[in-house]
């Protein structure tokens, strides 16, 4: 047993040594961000955006493995996306991929404006509703010039060669990039030069967009290094070579094409023989080392190694590509706001749910990783298993026991399918949720605040036993604004004001959301508000004014009068989940009961209830809602929500 762990530890050491350093010697996909613009305008039609959104995101990734370069349309009218997505001519695929990683990450963040643009070092997105493939020059067209060193006059000489042979060298050959060394005369230096087109201009608009770039960019010196970011185009000069390599098998023009070649081949000889010693090394140091300190009884290889090879977490990217039949159209189950969710199945014929998330992590992996570890020992009977994630594949990807039932939404608001909920039924779902979040707040081993419970976050298992889905994602997300956004714009029934307008976030905030889908459960009516901020006739407010006048019945949901539960009961215990359902959505949080008394109210039906305070949103003319709409209409026109510079998410997530 001693001897197989060792040898199993020994060959990840192997094999991760070999990742660091195959992995090290590749290019860079320089993912730094230049600059990003958001449009003023906001999208048309939130309903009709969003899905084209997330299309265009879909194809583009698909397409960005096996291009440089992928315009996308999706959608029709004022709702429809245009994507344009390239990666700069020195990036390797893989390279590539890294850096649309990165930036697709950002792109969201102009949601819910109807489009923007990113530039970063190694690649560049666009996103609009109208047609700019043929763009080459706008008005925010711009120059960031790196002001640290002044350079003397010889590498200023020597730039703007460099920059006018960019100009020629990247219509020469159509394919709109070039990239330039050119020394200094008197030293060993030089100055290296990157210009790049869009593929989607004609070359007379390429030919004008990098002559101004390549004119407007010298602006910029003395100044040790500069980048124009036109509409079309981008050019950057530099005295540090951030260029990649040339790669082997390109058609490269260059002159010293061979001695390129041949260069590479050396090095990659002698990367291979610096590998092998390395590793023989350090493989004499860490196997000293594991037993020096496997005797003292702790090594984290061990854990690590565990972790790596626990093949019930770490699923391949190919076997979820498999399992969902490459992310067959027909698989989809629906989409939300970490992503789209697919059924999949596995070739031992287990069902699963395929989350392909919107934000890719790949940059922190490890981060991500423990993450999903930690959540996926977070193990209740009325929460969604996790069953582990493609934490290090191309995209970031979380797989979930499979719930065919969908979820709580399908039925309850559902004219038809409502009728299958007899309050039996939601009184059990009720209770279920309500342990499920006790669990979450109280009795895991990390305090775990949801942050998103709504009716469409509940699954139903066979038997309609409630499971809720999608917890503690929300920490690995705390700096994603798309997730900030789309939150907003689709849960705003069902969030706290204190968290709304001020970011405040404790274990109430849940407990307003359930409040809120207590009141939704006997109504059978959603508490639904979109973008127009119009609280005065919500189902909280309604629910509110009925219960002071004590008319309550009239927002029971008529499906379940058709039960044949007797009706006095009925009305007794729905009354006093409405009740209970006020308490939780009271104004001020330190009024609200805790989960775990709400539960004690729920399950105790002869104890007296103290009276609901006034929940929020009842006056329309209140300081909390001007605020909050004060904020709304911050983020989402404000001409600093336009730069991702000055948008902090500290606002929302304070901690
Ligand atoms: C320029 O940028 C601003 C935000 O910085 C944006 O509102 C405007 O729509 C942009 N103009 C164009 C033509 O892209
Ligand atoms: C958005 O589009 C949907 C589907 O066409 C439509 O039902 C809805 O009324 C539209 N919303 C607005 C605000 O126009
Ligand atoms: C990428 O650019 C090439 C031209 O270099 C073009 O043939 C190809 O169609 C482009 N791909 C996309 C998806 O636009
Ligand atoms: C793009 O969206 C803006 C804002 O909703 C709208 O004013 C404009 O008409 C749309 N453009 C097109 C071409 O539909
Ligand atoms: C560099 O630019 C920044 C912002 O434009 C400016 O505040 C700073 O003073 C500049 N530094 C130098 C050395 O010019
Ligand atoms: C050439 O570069 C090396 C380091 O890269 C430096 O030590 C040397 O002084 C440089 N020579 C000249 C003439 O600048
Ligand atoms: C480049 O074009 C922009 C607008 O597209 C303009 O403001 C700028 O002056 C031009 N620069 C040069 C050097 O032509
Ligand atoms: C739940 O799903 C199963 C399998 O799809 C189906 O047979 C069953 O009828 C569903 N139950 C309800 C109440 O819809
Ligand atoms: C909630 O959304 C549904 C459709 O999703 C719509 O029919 C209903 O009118 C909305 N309710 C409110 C109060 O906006």
């Not at 219509?171 to 869009?198: H, I, M, P």
């Amino acid at each position: 047993m001693m001897k197989s762990i060792d040898t199993r530890s020994m060959l990840i050491i192997v094999l991760m040594v070999m990742l660091l350093l195959v992995s090290g010697s590749e290019g860079d996909a320089r993912v730094q961000i230049v600059n990003m613009y958001c449009d003023k305008g906001l999208e048309n039609n939130q309903t009709l955006f969003i899905p084209n959104f997330v299309r265009a995101m879909e194809i583009t990734s698909t397409q960005m493995r096996t291009s440089h370069n992928v315009t996308i349309t999706v959608g029709t009218g004022p709702n429809k996306n245009y994507a344009l997505t390239q990666c700069y001519g020195d990036l390797s695929s893989e390279d590539c991929l890294l850096c649309y990683a990165a930036i697709r990450t950002y792109i969201p963040g102009c949601y819910p404006q109807s489009g923007g643009r990113i530039y970063l070092d190694g690649c560049y997105m666009r996103l609009q509703n109208y047609s700019f493939f043929e763009e080459y020059k706008g008005p925010n067209d711009t120059i960031v010039c790196e002001n640290t060193t002044t350079k003397g006059i010889l590498f200023q000489e020597s730039t703007r060669e460099a920059v006018a042979n960019a100009v020629t060298d990247a219509l020469r050959y159509d394919n709109y990039f070039s990239r330039q060394e050119v020394a200094v005369a008197g030293t060993n230096k030089s100055v290296y030069v990157l210009a790049e087109c869009w593929k989607t201009l004609s070359p007379s608009s390429c030919r004008a967009c990098l002559v101004n770039a390549s004119e407007w960019i010298t602006k910029c010196l003395p100044w040790s290094e500069g980048r124009a970011l036109n509409t079309g185009c981008i050019m950057r000069y530099s005295d540090t070579n951030f260029l990649n390599p040339v790669p082997v098998q390109s058609s490269s023009r260059s002159s010293n094409h061979k001695g390129k070649i041949i260069t590479i081949t050396v090095s990659v000889v002698s990367s291979v023989v610096v590998l092998a010693v390395a590793l023989m090394i350090f493989l004499y140091i860490s196997k000293r080392r594991y037993i020096k300190q496997k005797r003292k009884g702790s090594f984290n290889a061990e854990k690590l190694a565990k972790i790596l090879t626990d093949s019930s977490l770490n699923f391949k990217y190919s076997t979820i590509e498999k399992a969902t039949g490459n992310w067959d159209e027909s698989n989809k189950l629906g989409q939300g706001g970490f992503g789209t969710v697919y059924k999949g199945v596995l070739s031992d014929g287990r069902e699963i749910a395929v989350k392909r998330l919107f934000v890719n992590n790949k940059f922190r992996a490890a981060d991500f990783y423990n993450e999903v570890n930690m959540i996926s020992g977070v193990e209740h009977k009325n929460l969604v298993r996790l069953l582990g994630c493609s934490c290090s594949g191309p995209e970031s990807i979380l797989v979930y026991e499979y719930l065919p039932n969908m979820s709580l939404n399908l039925f309850l608001f559902d004219e038809i399918k409502g009728r299958e909920l007899s309050w039996e039924k939601r009184y059990e779902i009720i209770i279920g949720v309500a342990e499920g979040l006790v669990y979450l707040h109280e009795n895991s081993k990390s305090r775990i605040i949801h942050r998103d419970i709504k009716a469409s976050n509940i699954l139903l298992d066979l038997r309609l036993r409630a499971k809720i889905a999608d917890f503690g994602l929300a920490r690995s997300f705390q700096d994603d604004k798309s997730h900030i956004s789309t939150a907003i714009a689709g849960t705003l029934g069902y969030m706290a004001p204190e968290y709304l307008a001020h970011g405040q976030l404790t274990e109430k905030v849940d407990v307003y959301s359930f409040g809120v889908l207590l009141l939704e459960m006997v109504s059978g009516t959603e508490n639904n508000r979109s973008k127009t901020i119009d609280y005065t006739d919500s189902l909280v407010s309604t629910a509110w004014k009925h219960f002071k006048r004590g008319t309550i019945e009239e927002i029971f949901d008529p499906n379940l009068m058709m039960h044949s539960y007797p009706n006095i009961l009925l009305k007794k215990d729905a009354i006093r989940v409405v009740h209970i359902g006020l308490l939780c959505v009271q104004e001020a949080p330190s009024l609200r009961p805790s989960m775990s008394t709400a539960l004690k109210m729920l399950a105790k039906d002869d104890e007296p209830l103290p009276a609901p305070s006034s929940p929020p949103f009842t006056d329309e003319k209140t300081m909390e809602l001007n605020n909050i709409t004060q904020k709304l209409l911050h983020y989402s026109e404000g001409d600093d929500a336009s730069s991702i510079a000055t948008v902090t998410h500290s606002e929302f997530f304070p901690r």
